[in-house]
């Protein structure tokens, strides 16, 4: 028989977590107003409302922190994240930073102005707020196929060459300080784009004399995903293929608080001296000195030590099968999820799950709330409320996919927690039928909503 994949860790350390009653979390869902981002970690019994910077750091990394040199210029700690970078991504020069949107923060400082279009496959949204606040226009030139939650196209994070190029073809060269590829997509449900599609863009780019920068927060989980689905790419090691990759990306930013399995910290990876130069000058302004850039020496020592665990194949194996495990669970019970499985998250089609609920009332969001009731589990809405108002008109703007995203967090959660999430939103489904109704706004910020909305059953 064929054997199982099983974590290749054990667990050392453990983190009490507390369930609740249903009329407890009645009242703590009033009092958060029905917005999840309110509620107190201890008001959750399973946390999936984000994988990011949520991750088990392990006794290497551990071990790391105690060694960590805060020194404020030249720290050792530095030149081991320097050194991480080199061997694992293959860039010369870099600068650390916070965490991913402050990298984004420095970079587009140097390279994006008022007028300027940036395309690329579905940006996320710091991303997006990075290109927009600069007065800019975000593209989205990603596959079509990538909007229907049914297609199983293998590589849905793929960008679609004919609109990229209809991109570079209609904008003057100066417009288009770069394409940004994001590894894997995360707005299209954690979905991977192939190495042939990487290779291609450089190539499109290269034509047209143009940039391209990697959105690199889980480039690892990419590199398994070319490894289990692009032909040519079995026998390869994580590692290499994480070298191929980073090789058709002339710069890359990356928030290790993924695939790095940090609590925190970023970097913007170069190989162009001089682009490097131009970004010390905003990094020392907005992060830090440029051997610290915004991170403690031992954070930078568990993020090396990090990177280095995160591109081990057994590692990822249990990482994304579980996740699949997940997914599995879930479709087995009839649930509409997005296929193929993501690599961080399983997203639940609310539109398909809550049929009954108008879109007006915010399906996801229902969905979520729902979910929180039934037994502590937290999820987030990937839908109209984070979608914002039209900068315009000021309507509420109804995107295509209408989601309720799990995300788990990095050697966090075993399987049977997975179990559990799998029959909470079971019993959930068995009741969607009663489910007619939502949520309704009653107070919000003009941006970003979602992080602070206050709701309320209707
Ligand atoms: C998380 C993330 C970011 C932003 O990183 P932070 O560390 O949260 O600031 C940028 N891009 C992608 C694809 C991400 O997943």
Redesign the pocket.
């Known amino acids: 028989m064929k054997l199982p994949y099983a974590e290749s860790y054990k667990i050392k350390m453990v983190e009490t977590i507390k369930k609740s009653t249903r009329e407890e979390r009645e009242r703590w869902i009033k009092e958060a107003r029905y917005n999840l981002f309110n509620l107190r970690s201890d008001q959750v019994f399973i946390d999936l409302l984000t994988d ?2 949520t991750g088990a750091m392990s006794d290497k990394q551990w071990s790391e922190i105690m060694l960590g040199d805060e020194s404020y210029a030249g720290a050792s700690s530095y030149y081991k994240m320097k050194e991480a970078i080199k061997e694992i991504c293959g860039f010369a020069y870099f600068l650390p930073t916070h ?4 990298a ?1 923060n420095v970079l587009f400082s140097v390279l994006v102005k008022d007028g300027d279009i940036v395309p690329g496959n579905s940006h ?1 949204d ?2 997006k707020g990075h290109i927009e606040f600069r007065k800019a226009t975000a593209v989205d030139c990603t596959i079509d196929q990538a909007f229907n939650t049914k297609n199983e196209c293998p590589f849905k994070g793929n960008i679609d060459l004919n609109k990229l190029e209809e991109v570079l073809k209609n904008n003057p060269k100066e417009k288009i300080p770069f394409i940004v590829v ?1 590894v894997t997509c ?1 707005s299209s449900g954690g979905q991977p784009v192939s190495m042939q599609n990487l290779k291609d863009v450089k190539k499109l780019a290269g034509k047209y004399g143009i940039k391209v920068i990697f ?1 690199s ?2 480039f690892a989980e990419n590199a398994y995903f070319i490894k289990k689905r692009e032909k040519g790419y079995e026998d390869k090691t994580i590692r290499e293929i994480v070298r191929e990759m980073f090789s058709y990306a002339d710069t890359m ?1 990356m ?1 290790c ?2 695939d790095a399995i940090v609590n925190m910290g ?1 970097f913007i990876g170069f190989r162009d001296e001089e682009l490097f130069k131009k970004a010390v000058v905003y990094n020392i302004m907005f992060e830090g000195y440029i051997t610290y850039g915004g991170m403690s020496g031992r954070d930078m020592n568990a993020l090396a030590q990090g990177l280095k665990e995160g591109t081990e194949f057994d590692y990822l194996e249990s990482r994304i099968e579980q996740v699949a495990y997940l997914g599995k669970k879930l479709t087995d019970f009839g649930i509409p999820v997005i296929l193929p499985y993501g690599g961080h998250a399983i997203f639940v089609d609310a539109k398909r799950f809550l049929p009954k609920v108008p879109k007006e009332e915010f399906p996801a969001q229902m969905l979520a709330i729902e979910l929180y009731l039934e037994s502590g589990v937290r999820g987030v809405e990937i839908g109209a409320l984070m979608a914002d108002r039209d900068p315009v008109t000021r309507e509420n703007r109804f995107p295509e996919l209408e989601l309720m995203r799990m995300a788990i967090p990095r050697r966090v959660y075993t399987n049977n927690h997975m179990d559990y999430v799998a029959v909470t939103l079971a019993n959930v489904y068995e009741r969607r039928n009663e489910i007619k109704r939502g949520v309704k706004i009653i107070k919000e910020a003009p941006i970003l909503r979602h992080f602070t909305v206050e709701l309320d059953r209707i």
């Open positions: 990011s910077g965490q991913g949107r402050a984004e996320f710091t991303t994001t995360n959105d927060a889980r930013t928030s608080k993924k970023g």
